[in-house]
């Protein structure tokens, strides 16, 4: 008697397009998208309109100098950033250790985005001879494996087997655009409520019923706005979307150019950033960035 065994292939679209969609996604933006994918942006846009027409879903709403992803989009594009970060750690622990004059620091993507890229050139022109990797990422990072020399962390700074130092306390507070002309929290009532979702739910993270019962107020707002990236939750208050419920750390430039404002209080109390190294001996380029990082944004320090 034969017998058979039918594998069922993995139907995918293809690769390219998955990595346009993905670039996209977390840029909102068909123009970055191709400058980090290294092509134009009409090639972007060929690609999502192919994997489009492979998935029968529309995936973003083309507006003037704007695109906004549509539900399926929403659902489709953490699952594609998860898996590739999985993919680059997996690479990145397979590859050759990097020369000891290259230190790898990983952070969140907003944190990396916002607060580390505009300040390397601090640190390139402080030590030229030591090359700085950034590796943007919202899921920790295996220190122990050796993916990342140095971790910024967002948490309670309670991390098993390693060693953390407390660089600063983040506050959140309501933020918005100048346009929207909040005064009071009472007006919170007509305006859409920007929420960002935490990968980990945890009561203690800052969130709106926390400050609407920090606030002493019910719990308002005309409609909701959720963001599975805190870069697109802050991308869409500057937008003039909606309120959102902002850290004051990683807006303190638009805060200070005016272009985004804290109309009112209460600020509620974050987690904090903590500089997290594995329990092995530091060589001397691990620890300068260590320094620097320390000098910029530690507690001595006025960046954080």
């Given at each position: 008697m034969n017998s058979s065994v039918v594998i069922a292939m993995r139907r995918l679209p293809p690769l390219a397009t998955l990595r346009a969609f993905?670039?996209?996604?977390?840029?909102?933006?068909?123009?970055?998208?191709?400058?980090?994918?290294?092509?134009?942006?009409?090639?972007?846009?060929?690609?999502i309109r192919l994997l489009e027409e492979t998935m029968?879903?529309?995936?973003?709403?083309?507006?003037?100098?704007?695109?906004?992803?549509?539900?399926a989009a929403q659902r489709l594009y953490p699952v594609l950033r998860d898996g590739f970060d999985a993919f680059a750690r997996t690479i990145d622990g397979l590859s050759a250790k990097a020369p000891p004059s290259t230190v790898t620091l990983t952070a969140t993507r907003a944190f990396t985005a916002r607060l580390l890229v505009p300040r390397?050139?601090?640190?390139?022109?402080?030590?030229?001879?030591?090359?700085?990797?950034?590796?943007?990422?919202?899921?920790?990072?295996?220190?122990?494996?050796?993916?990342?020399?140095l971790a910024i962390r967002y948490g309670s700074g309670?991390?098993?087997?390693?060693?953390?130092?407390?660089?600063?306390?983040?506050?959140?507070a309501p933020v918005a655009h100048p346009s929207l002309g909040l005064t009071a929290p009472e007006q919170l009532a007509r305006h859409r409520l920007v929420h960002f979702e935490w990968r980990v739910p945890h009561p203690d993270r800052p969130s709106w019923p926390r400050w609407f019962a920090a606030a002493g107020l019910p719990e308002v707002g005309a409609s909701a706005l959720h963001c599975t990236d805190e870069s697109h939750a802050i991308q869409a208050v500057a937008a003039g979307l909606g309120v959102g419920l902002l850290s004051l750390t990683l807006v303190a430039a638009e805060m200070a150019a005016g272009t985004l404002v804290q109309p009112f209080g209460p600020a509620i109390e974050g987690m904090g950033f903590h500089l997290v190294r594995g329990p092995g001996p530091e060589n001397e380029a691990v620890a300068a960035v260590r320094e620097w990082v320390l000098a910029e944004f530690g507690l001595a320090g006025r960046n954080l």
């Open positions: 993905e670039a996209a996604a977390r840029h909102l933006s068909f123009k970055r998208a191709a400058e980090e994918l290294l092509v134009t942006p009409t090639a972007i846009s060929h690609q029968g879903l529309r995936l973003f709403e083309r507006r003037t100098r704007q695109v906004v992803m549509t539900e390397v050139a601090s640190f390139q022109e402080r030590r030229p001879d030591v090359t700085l990797r950034l590796l943007a990422a919202d899921e920790p990072v295996d220190l122990a494996a050796g993916t990342a020399d309670v991390y098993p087997g390693l060693r953390s130092e407390l660089l600063g306390t983040d506050r959140l």
